[in-house]
């Protein structure tokens, strides 16, 4: 049976709950503990599929194909645990489910409530895999206050007592502001927010602080005695100058072992942090400098691309240099030559979207990265692009573009060398798919096998002519071009394992131009980096060598 951590949040959002929660892994891990992370959601959409990475930032895939929230992504990047669909549930999907129910008639004529129906649900989905891990880390996402929020905090006050005692504890994180006209950090924020917890019947068992100041003892011993917690509980968390500081940072903060003195586990196994020493080594020692351009679409956001921008470092460890990275908004080169903003970068990335915006800049970055010999990553939309520029210039298919486009104008435009994706096989089963369909979980999604060329370029980047990427994409390129395009020197180096449907693209004739149609970033971790980001990062520091 696992051992519960409930986290909460309070005074503010935003405050770093996935990472704490994600870094505690880590560090339970270092003890020799096997751990698995999971995010309860109060907004009422099922999932994150169909929001405005403009809203909520970027949609984070696991292998059995949920679109989830982007905290998912920390937890595996410093668990390297996969994530699954059963690690992420929100509002929209708990009442899902208990209409559901109620509609088939599974509850027997009862009128159906919040309690206990809808929090029954919610602590159904805890339970899920309780026999598989030492201990289950459940963040709540929102605001302790947050009216949204209150199901899912009734349902972990329940949980906690209908466990056996010592089971679960709760992590509270919360804001200690600084008011620079008194030189002082106010710790009433967080003595009301701990009071609304304990309103609801919650006591937290850990405080962690999030401040840019140093905390004192007198700070400390006073929050312990007014929001009822030990004092070596409340742990200090401290702004970073890296995420990947943050296992240690908790670490030398006391983190794990307030959580493991919480559970009354003694003595406590040492940790093993030689692992996240390394990941800091690399990060804070880098011997070189690359500059990588992103051009993209959701750029006001970088949380819209948050698992790319990760990868990136990731890229940079393995080759010991770090990674600066500059959003450049596609539509810019709508109107504008690309080469005066992008001559400047050793290496071009175009990352994936939705829609027809921006595309012609995403096109014309293809452009400047082909003809000037400078590495590029096209992923997803940003392979479709590079397809869609190589029909374009290089064969006589002048007016090439994408069905997805067309359907939004309403008319035929183009010579559709990207279309809608209405079957593929999924295991042992055909999937249909209509653009009639509903939006949301309807895509290619998940984890999917592909065959790549024994002499490609991207074989040679695995190491392997068999591999298995997560997926997130409606449209795709279409394989009657494919003799038409590789007569122009763009190959095909990746296929679908039936053959049909195409996976990845490359250049022979070129230092280093990959476009593939699933997202690599999503399986990267700094102790593992992908293969792809490890081998774009060399290939922009041997052209850095060049320039």
């Not at 399986?523 to 060399?538: E, I, N, Q, T």
């Amino acid at each position: 049976m696992a051992r519960y951590i409930f986290i909460t949040g309070g005074v503010v959002s935003s405050l770093g709950k996935g990472l704490a929660s994600a870094a505690l892994g880590a560090l339970l891990q270092a003890r020799g503990y096997s751990v698995r992370l999971r995010k309860l959601d109060p907004y009422l959409n099922v999932d994150p599929g169909t929001m405005s990475p403009f809203e909520h930032g970027e949609v984070f895939v696991t292998d059995d194909g949920a679109e989830t929230d982007l905290d998912l992504g920390h937890y595996e990047r410093f668990t390297g645990v996969a994530a699954r669909n059963t690690d992420s549930v929100s509002s929209g999907r708990v009442y899902s489910t208990v209409l559901e129910k109620e509609r088939r008639g599974d509850y027997l004529g009862k009128t159906i409530q919040v309690v206990p129906h809808v929090t029954n649900e919610i602590k159904d989905f805890l339970e899920v895999g309780d026999d598989e891990v030492d201990f289950m880390l459940c963040e709540i996402g929102g605001t302790v206050g947050d009216i949204e929020g209150l199901p899912f905090f009734e349902a972990i006050r329940q949980f906690g007592h209908q466990r056996p005692r010592g089971n679960c504890i709760y992590m509270h994180l919360t804001l200690l502001p600084y008011l620079a006209a008194s030189g002082e950090l106010k710790t009433k924020p967080t003595q009301h927010s701990v009071k609304e917890l304990q309103s609801i019947g919650i006591a937290p068992d850990i405080l962690v602080c999030r401040s840019e100041h140093n905390i004192p003892t007198k700070e400390r011993d006073k929050l312990a005695l007014f929001c009822n917690v030990r004092p070596d509980s409340v742990i200090a968390a401290y702004d970073l100058k890296s995420i990947y500081e943050a296992p240690l940072a908790y670490h030398k903060e006391g983190l794990d072992q307030a959580v493991l003195d919480a559970f009354g586990i003694a003595p406590a196994p040492k940790p093993d942090l030689a692992k996240w020493e390394d990941v800091a080594d690399r990060v804070f020692n880098a011997e070189g400098v690359v500059n990588v351009a992103i051009v993209g679409k959701y750029i006001q956001l970088e949380d819209a691309y948050k698992s790319i921008k990760e990868a990136l470092t990731h890229g940079g460890m393995a080759n010991r240099v770090k990674v600066n990275v500059e959003w450049i908004d596609a539509e810019v080169f709508d109107k504008e030559d690309p080469a005066p903003h992008l001559e400047k970068f050793n290496a071009i990335l175009v990352p994936g979207g939705f829609g027809e915006r921006g595309t012609e800049g995403k096109i014309k970055a293809a452009t400047f990265a082909r003809t000037r010999k400078v590495p590029y990553l096209g992923i997803c939309l940003g392979m479709q692009m590079a397809v869609i520029e190589a029909a374009r210039n290089l064969t006589d298919l002048a007016d090439a573009g994408s069905e997805e486009f067309d359907h939004e104008a309403g008319e035929k435009r183009f010579t559709p060398v990207v279309y809608h994706l209405k079957e593929w096989v999924e295991g042992n089963r055909t999937v249909q798919r209509a653009v009639a369909d509903d939006k949301g979980g309807t895509m290619r999604l998940g984890a999917y096998n592909a065959t790549l060329g024994e002499q490609s370029k991207v074989a040679e980047i695995y190491g392997t002519t068999s591999i298995s990427e997560r997926h997130r994409h409606r449209y795709e390129v279409d394989i009657q071009y494919r003799e038409k395009l590789e007569k122009a020197g763009l190959s095909f180096s990746g296929m679908s394992p039936d053959g049909k449907l195409p996976e990845i693209v490359e250049y022979a004739d070129h230092p280093w131009f990959i476009g593939v149609q699933y997202h690599p970033e999503l399986k990267s971790k700094p102790f593992a980096p992908h293969p792809l980001f490890r081998d774009f990062v060399k290939a922009a520091v041997e052209n850095s060598r060049l320039v």
